[in-house]
């Protein structure tokens, strides 16, 4: 059986509903799961996009808020729409893959995203992430540790190997080498990752 790796945006709304799910999900289909945040910047900027295309096609961002609301609803899931989409999900990346490493990288990821999407803060603010990591009791000394030029280039390379992956999207979702793209296709991921049926 394979493992889904989850790849995942800090500014992401949908996003946000899969880290809230996916966990859950993975213990259901008896699947694994491994976090794996990125970079949607580079992936938009080979576009020419200057920013989400839920801001720069408007009729698009006014159908998703709508969505968000509906999916939040229906999952029993805290929302509130941020005053700023997308948030910098730089700052929380980097500390990200610590977590990734030392076991907390679930618990930290979720904490971030409700930052951004139940609390309105600005998770683009090492201030804020520094919070968070204080809060979930974790080592103060993460922060420089995320920010080592050896932590910035694993980031990027993380990042390179998404695009690699054919990911155009967040969240998308990985069973080796195949592509389920959105928030609507996790259930079919964990379903591939158990029994393919192609």
Known sequence: MSTVEFWYEFGSTYSYLA???VEGVAR???VDVQWRPFLLGPIFGAQGWTSSPFNLFPIKGTNMWRDVERIAAKYHL???RPT???RNGLPASRVALIGAEEGWIAN???AVFRANFVEDRDIGDPAIIADIVAKLGLDPSVMARANTPE???RLKAQTDTAIALGIYGAPSFTVDKELFWGHDRMEQAF???KAPWM
Request: overall charge positive.
């Open 28 to 30: 259901v289909m008896g």
């Open 191 to 193: 379903q591939w990752a």
């Open 108 to 110: 930290f990821s979720r």
């Open 19 to 21: 880290a809230e799910r």
């Open 78 to 80: 805290a929302w509130t």
């Open 84 to 86: 700023t989409l997308p």
């Open 151 to 153: 932590n910035k280039a």
